[in-house]
Nanobody, 113 residues
Framework: QVRLVESGGGLVQPGGSLRLSCAAS????????MAWYRQAPGKQRVLVARITSDGSTNYADSVKGRFAISRDNAKNTVYLWMNRLKPEDTAVYYC???????WGQGTQVTVSS
């Protein structure tokens, strides 16, 4: 059974930082590309960042230069490092495989003073 479990969300002030984690099981993690999406209330779910099995990355324009995706294959975990957070970053953040075949339950990130 494939399982993706996000953690690390919470309330943070504008300009602050947060690290999200996604622990994967049921897949050969090192062979799979991974991605983070987010969905704000009343909005469509959109791609935030992706990382290939060999570590190449790409980002949505809205987060480029502020967010970084990374992976630790020894821990079967993908991370999203979020810096200089803005209120418009507020959303539920979801972990998924590159092909979006499997999704986690999501973790809430709220950026507010």
């Amino acid at each position: 059974q494939v399982r993706l479990v996000e953690s690390g969300g919470g309330l943070v002030q504008p300009g602050g930082s947060l690290r999200l984690s996604c622990a994967a099981s049921g897949i050969i993690f090192s062979a799979r590309g991974m991605a983070w999406y987010r969905q704000a209330p009343g909005k469509q779910r959109v791609l935030v960042a992706r990382i290939t099995s060999d570590g190449s990355t790409n980002y949505a324009d809205s987060v480029k230069g502020r967010f970084a995706i990374s992976r630790d294959n020894a821990k079967n975990t993908v991370y999203l490092w979020m810096n200089r957070l803005k209120p418009e970053d507020t959303a539920v953040y979801y972990c998924t495989t590159w092909d979006t075949a499997y999704w986690g339950q999501g973790t809430q990130v709220t950026v507010s003073s």
